[in-house]
């Protein structure tokens, strides 16, 4: 992963210590494109905050995004960070790599910014670098091991989030 951990992961903790709900971005069935359901299935019970599969069509879920009434939302999502397969980055809408690789439509940042004014959250894109994107794929090894430190790391920085004489 390229991201720094001990920033990446006492960024999350902070993230995972309010209220937070983390959306997964992304289609199974084109490899690493699914490497968000596949998180989002590590973590089920074994974090304090809010888990929604969107699929591919994330806007269409923004209904209950807005009703989650969350302070932060951590988007997930598989990005052209430039980086090599499996490089991890933790973004803000304005922090978003310019042309990068999505595969969805409208765009990650317009995204951002209507969770953003319809909430007031902060919202976070965790972007993975995919090696591969093709219909029938599974994860490469690359990305799979990536969503096996993130689901670790999500896991621990909640557990710390939600440790006694913590306040998030």
Same mark, same amino acid.
């Given at each position: ?10 960024? =999350? ?11 997964? +971005? ?24 809010? =888990? ?5 069509? *994330?806007?269409?879920? =923004?209904?209950? +995004? ?40 409208? *765009? ?6 209507? +969770? ?11 972007? +993975?670098? *995919? ?22 790391? =999500? ?14």
């Amino acid at each position: 992963m390229a991201a720094d951990v001990h920033d990446l992961e006492a960024r =999350l903790r902070e993230a995972l210590g309010r209220r937070c709900l983390v959306v997964g +971005i992304g289609n199974p069935l084109r490899g690493d494109d699914g490497a968000a359901q596949a998180l989002l299935r590590r973590l089920e019970g074994a974090v304090d905050a809010a =888990l929604l599969d969107a699929e591919e069509v *994330p806007e269409s879920h =923004l209904g209950r +995004i807005v009703e989650a009434r969350p302070e932060v939302v951590l988007l997930v999502d598989v990005v052209g960070l430039g980086g090599e397969p499996g490089a991890v980055a933790l973004l803000t809408r304005g922090r978003l790599p310019a042309g990068g690789f999505s595969t969805h439509r409208p *765009p990650l940042s317009v995204l951002m910014f209507f +969770i953003e004014q319809e909430t007031g959250a902060e919202v976070l894109l965790l972007g +993975i670098q *995919p090696k591969q994107v093709e219909f029938g794929a599974g994860l490469s090894p690359e990305v799979e091991k990536t969503v096996e430190a993130l689901a670790a790391i =999500l896991t621990g920085a909640g557990k710390a989030a939600a440790a006694p004489g913590r306040r998030g």
